[in-house]
């Protein structure tokens, strides 16, 4: 036994309505998130570029005399 459900007019406009609504949404939501991540990504790699330079181990100032401790 199947029962038969006729599609009305009322129900495929609902439906187109709702379809053009979710893909609008779709590309929005795409264009914000594609927007953020790549700001994200650059200034990340920014960072990474324009970072602190490595420090140089300390090296005492050369001098031409030795210098000693007495106690």
Avoid: K, N
């Amino acid at each position: 036994m199947t029962v038969g459900t006729s599609l009305t007019p009322e129900f495929w406009e609902r439906f187109s309505v709702l379809l053009v609504l979710a893909l609008a949404m779709t590309a929005i939501l795409t264009a914000v998130f594609t927007t953020a991540f790549d700001a994200l990504t650059a200034r990340l790699r920014s960072r990474r570029r324009h970072g602190p330079a490595p420090r140089e181990p300390y090296r005492p100032e050369p001098s031409g005399h030795r210098t000693s401790v007495h106690c």
